[in-house]
């Protein structure tokens, strides 16, 4: 079946402006987290929602952060006036979690951010 | 809170020799451990994993077994090949977090021919 896909794969942007970024996940996973890669900082946690609960956002950088997640599936993640530190590559993954079920993570390819 | 140390590298060893990345991890939990592999280009695949105390985890000659009274998750290997050439990150997620992965920081391994 179809995995985790992500677009853009490549986004150049410039500094202060907004981006987007998307994350399709395994259907049926309720689960679904963003992390980012970067050179500095290696990978980290960004925020998790799962079904219909509030998302933990407790892996965010800062309020220029923010991500929704529409009808438990498609998630964006948006960064507002882009910083040059926030160049990275932004990793989706989704899980089924829940009793009984796995609790892996599978990952998409990443969009890479690059803020000049 | 929680956190995953492993050995920095580049690790650089010869075809067939035999491989160890030592893992070792800080939790308040039970958590689950897990190897995930990054191959040039490609993006973040699990390799292994293990749930409880004294598992081992194998994949693709790959293994790993969960120490608890050392806090340990090594990777080994007894006859890498070049293709096994990429960055391994150790991992553990538990309940209290909700499951995030909380990440080692990553070691690249080179096998020349």
């Known amino acids: 079946g179809a995995g985790v896909s992500q677009s853009p794969s490549n986004k150049v942007t410039e500094k202060g402006k907004d981006v987007e970024l998307r994350c399709d996940p395994i259907?049926?996973?309720?689960?679904l987290y963003w992390y980012r890669q970067s050179l500095g900082q290696g990978l980290e946690f960004l925020i998790y929602f799962q079904g219909n609960s509030a998302p933990d956002k407790s892996g965010l950088p800062s309020d220029r952060f923010s991500a929704e997640r529409t009808g438990g599936s498609v998630s964006t993640l948006t960064i507002q006036r882009t910083q040059q530190e926030d160049s990275a590559v932004y990793l989706c993954a989704s899980s089924p979690l829940g009793a009984g079920l796995s609790y892996e993570q599978y990952f998409g390819p990443g969009t890479r951010l690059t803020v000049t | 809170g929680d956190s995953v140390t492993q050995m920095e590298g580049p690790v650089t060893l010869s075809e067939e020799a035999f491989l160890t990345i030592n893992c070792t991890y800080t939790?308040?939990?039970?958590?689950?451990l897990f190897w995930y592999v990054q191959y040039p280009g490609e993006g973040l695949q699990l390799l292994l994993k293990a749930t409880k105390a004294d598992d081992k985890g194998s994949n693709k000659g790959f293994e790993a077994t969960y120490r608890k009274e050392t806090t340990s998750f090594h990777l080994e290997k007894g006859s890498v090949q070049v293709s096994d050439s990429a960055v391994y990150f150790c991992a553990l997620s538990d309940l209290d977090s909700n499951y995030q992965l909380i990440w080692g920081a990553g070691t690249k391994l080179i096998i020349k021919p």
């Open positions: 259907s049926g996973h309720t689960a």
């Open positions: 939790a308040t939990g039970y958590p689950s």
